[in-house]
């Protein structure tokens, strides 16, 4: 459960309330915030109130036992001793494998469980309860959340979860500031503490680390010793290697990620798909799907209609969505890219170049939160199954964006400029400055918004009390977490937390690296050293900078994997592009031999790349062995029981069938005995 044992109680959930002032002859057992701590503990929670400078904090902790009873009532699925799935029964707890700690539930799940025993206070009474507040009075109805109500009240100001000292201070240690281990990262307490997305990215990016090594040492020989004739040989054998690097890795990735997801005893963790809710249908639930399908003809004939009607509505709503952003973007942010890139090319001043650059900045950052705002109120409209299909919807929309933002000054002095030169110079600002003064923003930025709004809250308090001198000290570690910035995405946090800006900024340097590879080898050195600096600072930003954040179930990195690998495809086409022109350095564009071996090349590496999935599988043998043996195991307990259930029935049936039988053949002999008695008793005359 924690890092300390499961006996052990430890406050994970902070709510915020104001600080109020009880006047004389208010009625303290009607006060809201007094009504919600004995909801609270009657729910079974431990509770402990803690008094800030301007705000309340009320802790919360959950017995083992009461969050088992959480999880039975939510019909939450969990993996037992036979490798299947099944409903949780608290009653039933042994059956239940544990987590790689021994614990029972992973944060996720308790996570689950916390919302559901707060937020599942209800008036369940026969009437309207009335709460007081400030002297402002509140009608609690017949069946309404308590908690919701006091946080559209304004009464709850927040509800976050919180940092277990105890186990963040060893993952402090252990990892974040362990930097002998390089890429080597405890991936099963990072899913335990934060969840299975973010242990999910650092995996990946650990991974990708480890496997930048090698074109990083291939571009590193590259630059520092001269082929001189060869380089032109060289730099094509350099293009096909990382090619094929990429495409392994990211095979190789697939199957790390289904063995990851087997070691931490997890199936399928995406939520109920949206088309049986609409269906009126739980998916999971313990009625099959074929008993769904039951019924009269004219009833499959109506549900066939309607999931074809759900299923192309929804297929209709992205098609536009899509073609709507696609085209913001081709008539708006193309000409304006495609202007600065102009604009840089013939500037001759340094000092104009740098303002031009910084006006350019200044106004993308609109461009993006204007194109991502569009994209999230789109989106709402979009029939996808989840949360998580939605966040991947609006992924794909707002790297449309970021790539033509990009990439577009680089593909105009690659291509239309052929200028080689200026091309090493935008992708060495790109890589070694830009990336250092992101890493220090997104590691600085969390520590000015948190001294921020802890000097606001020290003015705050100093107004209050009119004229006080003394200087305001900040006593409780809830306090302390609560004026901490959320992980959030720089786009807004409704669908994207800030691993969209983790995982934006790994893929924007891989299209840097890859797609100008032939130009620039060194890049593949920096973004190698980058991402060892990165594993640490994001670490550190985690478990220090920022609130504990809310943990996501999904398992895989989504639609970043396919942007990765579109962005493979573009590099083939890009590299072959550069080595055209680095061949035809008279721009004829002749179809000499030099050429036409790269186009023939650039075919074969497409070819390579939608082929070579076949040759590497993306599951390990051990995970599939694992499966089957489950699998197995679990088809002989349900046909043993099936075949128990059966003989049980069989034998009540036959004990029935005689019971009916013994009773025909009493009440046969007993009139039999009738008739005797009666005969002896009036003999015939």
């Known amino acids: 459960m924690n890092g300390h044992g499961e006996d052990q109680l430890v406050f994970e959930i902070a709510l915020v309330v104001p600080k109020r002032k009880l006047k004389e002859g208010d009625d303290e057992d009607s006060d809201c915030v007094k009504v919600l701590i004995d909801e609270l503990k009657k729910e079974g929670l431990v509770v402990d109130k803690v008094l800030g400078v301007t705000d309340e904090f009320i802790k919360v902790a959950a017995p083992l036992e009461i969050l088992g009873r959480a999880a039975a009532e939510l019909q939450m699925k969990k993996r037992t001793q036979i490798g299947m799935d099944l409903q949780f029964e608290w009653e039933e707890v042994k059956a239940f494998l544990r987590q790689p700690d021994g614990s029972l539930f992973s944060w996720c799940e308790r996570y689950q469980c916390y919302r559901h025993l707060i937020y599942g206070i209800v008036n369940w009474s026969k009437s309207v309860v009335t709460l007081k507040c400030d002297g402002k009075e509140l009608h609690w109805k017949v069946g309404e959340s308590l908690l919701q109500k006091l946080e559209s009240e304004g009464i709850i100001k927040q509800v976050f979860p919180l940092h277990d000292e105890i186990t963040r201070k060893k993952l402090l240690r252990n990892w974040a500031l362990n930097w002998w281990d390089l890429t080597?990262?405890?991936?099963?307490?990072?899913?335990?503490?934060?969840?299975?997305?973010?242990?999910?990215?650092?995996s990946f990016l650990g991974m990708y680390t480890r496997w930048l090594l090698f074109p990083a040492g291939f571009g590193l020989i590259l630059q520092l010793i001269d082929f001189g004739s060869l380089q032109l040989l060289v730099l094509p054998v350099f293009f096909i290697s990382i090619i094929l690097w990429a495409v392994l890795f990211f095979q190789f990735w697939k199957r790390k990620n289904s063995a990851l997801l087997a070691r931490l005893?997890?199936?399928?963790?995406?939520?109920?798909?949206?088309?049986?809710?609409?269906l009126g249908m739980?998916?999971?639930?313990?009625?099959?799907?074929?008993e769904h399908v039951k019924g009269p003809r004219t009833d499959k004939t109506k549900e066939k209609?309607?999931?074809?009607?759900?299923?192309?509505?929804?297929?209709?709503?992205?098609?536009?969505?899509?073609?709507?952003?696609?085209?913001s973007i081709i008539c708006l942010q193309l000409p304006f890219e495609l202007a600065y890139a102009h604009l840089y090319e013939i500037i001759g001043s340094d000092v104009m170049k740098f303002g031009l650059t910084a006006i350019y900045l200044f106004v993308i950052q609109y461009f993006t939160k204007i194109g991502g705002k569009v994209s999230v109120?789109?989106?709402?409209?979009?029939?996808?199954?989840?949360?998580?299909?939605?966040?991947?919807?609006?992924?794909?929309?707002?790297?449309?964006?970021?790539?033509?933002q990009s990439y577009i000054g680089i593909f105009y002095h690659a291509l239309l400029h052929r200028n080689?030169?200026?091309?090493?110079?935008?992708?060495?600002?790109?890589?070694?400055?830009?990336?250092?003064?992101?890493?220090?923003?997104?590691?600085?930025?969390?520590?000015?918004?948190?001294?921020?709004?802890?000097?606001?809250?020290?003015?705050?308090?100093?107004?209050?009390?009119?004229?006080?001198?003394?200087?305001?000290?900040?006593?409780?570690?809830?306090?302390?977490?609560?004026?901490?910035?959320?992980?959030?995405?720089?786009?807004?946090?409704?669908?994207?937390?800030?691993?969209?800006?983790?995982?934006?900024?790994?893929?924007?340097?891989f299209g840097m690296i890859m797609m100008f590879a032939c130009a620039?080898?060194?890049?593949?050195?920096?973004?190698?050293?980058?991402?060892?600096?990165?594993?640490?600072?994001?670490?550190?930003?985690?478990?220090?900078?920022?609130?504990r954040p809310v943990p996501r179930s999904a398992a895989t990195i989504g639609a970043w994997l396919n942007i990765f690998q579109f962005l493979i495809v573009m590099s083939i086409c890009t590299n072959s592009a550069l080595l055209v022109c680095l061949y035809d350095k008279e721009g004829k564009w002749k179809i000499e031999p030099g050429l036409a071996a790269i186009l023939t090349m650039e075919h074969v590496l497409l070819l390579i790349k939608f082929g070579f999935s076949r040759f590497v599988p993306e599951e390990p043998a051990w995970v599939r062995a694992n499966r089957m043996k489950n699998a197995t195991q679990?088809?002989?307990?349900?046909?043993?029981?099936?075949?128990?259930?059966?003989?049980?029935?069989?034998?009540?049936?036959?004990?029935?069938?005689?019971?009916?039988?013994?009773?025909?053949?009493?009440?046969?002999?007993?009139?039999?005995?009738?008739?005797?008695?009666?005969g002896d008793a009036f003999p015939r005359s």
């Open 377 to 404: 109120k789109l989106i709402k409209n979009e029939n996808n199954d989840n949360t998580e299909y939605r966040a991947d919807s609006l992924v794909y929309k707002v790297f449309g964006l970021y790539f033509m």
């Open 634 to 678: 679990a088809q002989d307990v349900c046909s043993k029981q099936l075949l128990r259930s059966i003989s049980c029935g069989q034998r009540v049936f036959s004990g029935l069938r005689r019971l009916s039988e013994e009773r025909d053949f009493d009440s046969f002999s007993s009139n039999s005995a009738e008739q005797e008695v009666g």
């Open 265 to 278: 005893q997890i199936d399928n963790p995406v939520g109920t798909s949206q088309v049986y809710k609409f």
């Open 184 to 202: 080597r990262q405890p991936i099963d307490e990072i899913y335990l503490y934060f969840g299975l997305k973010i242990a999910v990215y650092f």
């Open 520 to 547: 620039f080898p060194l890049a593949f050195a920096f973004a190698a050293v980058n991402n060892l600096t990165e594993i640490r600072t994001d670490a550190l930003k985690l478990l220090v900078m920022f609130k």
């Open 305 to 327: 209609e309607a999931f074809q009607r759900y299923e192309w509505f929804g297929y209709l709503l992205r098609f536009r969505n899509d073609a709507l952003i696609i085209l």
């Open 282 to 290: 739980e998916w999971g639930s313990q009625q099959s799907p074929l």
């Open 420 to 509: 080689i030169l200026t091309l090493r110079q935008v992708l060495i600002q790109r890589l070694i400055i830009s990336e250092v003064v992101e890493n220090l923003l997104e590691n600085s930025l969390p520590y000015f918004k948190y001294s921020y709004k802890k000097y606001g809250v020290r003015k705050k308090k100093k107004r209050e009390n009119g004229s006080s001198t003394g200087k305001i000290l900040f006593t409780s570690r809830v306090e302390k977490e609560y004026l901490k910035p959320t992980y959030s995405a720089s786009i807004g946090e409704e669908l994207e937390d800030g691993l969209f800006d983790d995982f934006l900024e790994l893929a924007l340097q």
